[in-house]
């Protein structure tokens, strides 16, 4: 890696050298950095699950694609990540999922990781920045291998420049013969000659072998030797702190399938292990079956984000035998550094102020509006997620709000206000349309307000800035009507106002 490089940097390069001609993402904490870095032709898909289906096409036709998504947006692709592995691929498919290891920028912590196992996929974790292109370079060679996407999964911040850990493969062969770049093939249609079992047989037997032997002899895994009884077993950023120590390290580049053999080899060499990984013991938890593994199940190590003197800490306690202490406390909303409520200048703070009037039922959204649960003005219930809040507010029983940004709607919040009109739920919803997905760095939201028209033809509009007691009498008579009731709210984000 250049000096002074960033992630975003050698994702540009690796793209480009790689010949990847389909670049489509959904922007979000912590990959937004990363977007400038698939370069103008670019495209931002309404959603993660269209955004794999697009990169599937496309693979289909001999392009090289890329998903680029965080965490929580695998959530989204998995269906048609889970069901390409058996029906097959043409050229080489990448997911590129960012783990928001804290959380920071989302809602909820995940761990990617468990898509491997589960859609029976290559996941990849390059330990820093600089192992990023070795990763890529790998992904697509084994993907067009078995004819499967593969996953790979970062927890660095791809604005920062951390090389990772500097050590020697674990394995050292010649195998970048394996990458070469050239004329990619397309969907092979005699996969239709076998029934929907024989298909994932196939899989199992010509393509777990190949990810088995990818993961043994892979760059990604790096070794080192060192001194004492205790060795250490890293992946992810975690690595970079455990590389500190003047202890044994292995360094595991491949979460699915793990490079079990490896494993095998070192865990024979010492006689306790420290496994230090983020977010979750994905790894400890398939080590417990031997004794003298430490981790985060055993509490030598936090659970989630792991600081800088984690890793010593845990490896001081295990030495002197003692037990680990009582679990952290959990952390609360005014230490957080990052946590926020409804900006100051938000044109849509009366809005906010006029819902928690109503004192009925209010879910909102993974947006902007998930920062009215605290006062002021505390006037949202629920958040279960991006494009959730219409759906979630027609199971209330009574009618209740539903408030949900443009993006989210167009995400997937569309569908509950479709289910909504269709099942004749009660629910009012309003809609915060202000152009941008504000939250992500104000990317431009595709306007549907024909479509809602068609779906809901007496919709209201009201324009901001307006007086709380004017919002409050229009919400208050749609919250009097039976059926679904769907309110625009039109504003702009003094973040991204264009006249600013």
Excluded at 201 to 212: D, G, K
Aim: aromatic residues 4%; glycine residues 10%; proline residues 6%.
């Amino acid at each position: 890696m250049k000096k002074g490089w960033t992630a975003a940097d050698e994702l540009r390069g690796a793209l480009a050298d790689l010949e990847v001609s389909l670049r489509i993402y959904v922007p979000g904490y912590p990959i937004t950095d990363a977007v400038l870095a698939l370069g103008d032709e670019a495209q931002m898909a309404t959603n993660e699950k269209v955004a794999m289906e697009v990169a599937l096409g496309a693979s289909a036709a001999g392009r090289r694609s890329m998903v680029l998504v965080k965490h929580l947006g695998v959530n989204l692709l998995s269906d048609p990540l889970s069901i390409a592995p058996s029906h097959s691929i043409g050229a080489g498919l990448v997911v590129l999922a960012g783990e928001d290891v804290g959380p920071r920028g989302s809602q909820a912590e995940m761990d990617t990781r468990n898509y491997g196992p589960l859609c029976e996929i290559p996941v990849l974790e390059p330990s820093g920045t600089g192992l990023l292109r070795s990763a890529l370079e790998e992904a697509y060679a084994l993907s067009e291998k078995i004819r499967a996407p593969a996953m790979v999964r970062t927890t660095f911040e791809f604005g920062g420049g951390d090389g990772g850990p500097e050590l020697a493969p674990a394995e050292s062969s010649a195998r970048h013969d394996e990458r070469k770049v050239g004329r990619f093939a397309t969907f092979d249609r005699s996969i239709w000659d076998l029934t929907a079992k024989g298909r994932h047989q196939r899989y199992r037997i010509e393509a777990l072998p190949q990810m088995r032997s990818a993961s043994e002899r892979s760059d990604l895994n790096l070794l080192r030797e060192g001194g004492g009884d205790l060795g250490i077993i890293a992946s992810g950023r975690a690595a970079s702190f455990a590389s500190k120590m003047d202890l044994s390290l292995l360094v595991v580049g491949f979460s699915h399938p793990l490079p079990i053999e490896a494993i095998r080899e070192f865990v024979s060499e010492h006689d306790k292990i420290l496994v230090a990984e983020e977010p979750a013991p994905f790894i400890e938890a398939r080590l417990l079956a031997r004794e003298g593994v430490f981790g985060k199940l055993t509490g030598h190590l936090p659970w989630g984000r792991m600081e800088e003197g984690d890793v010593e800490r845990a490896a001081e306690l295990i030495a002197s035998g003692k037990k680990p202490g009582p679990a952290e406390r959990p952390q609360r909303f005014d230490e957080g550094l990052a946590s926020k409520t409804v900006c100051d200048d938000c044109p849509y703070l009366p809005l906010y102020e006029a819902v928690a009037d109503l004192s009925v039922p209010v879910a909102g959204d993974a947006g902007c509006s998930i920062r009215a649960v605290r006062a002021p003005p505390a006037a949202v219930d629920v958040v279960y997620g991006l494009g959730s809040s219409v759906a979630v507010a027609s199971g209330f029983g009574e009618k209740g709000v539903a408030i949900i940004g443009d993006y989210a709607l167009a995400h997937s919040g569309l569908l509950g206000l479709i289910d909504a009109v269709i099942n004749k739920r009660e629910v009012l919803v309003v809609l915060l349309k202000n152009g941008v997905a504000a939250m992500t760095g104000g990317q431009t939201v595709p306007d549907i307000t024909t479509i809602l028209e068609r779906i809901v033809p007496d919709l209201r509009t009201i324009d901001l800035p307006a007086r709380r007691y004017e919002i409050g009498e229009v919400l208050a008579q749609e919250l009097a009507k039976a059926g679904v009731s769907l309110v625009v709210a039109r504003g702009v984000c003094p973040r991204y106002d264009p006249a600013a």
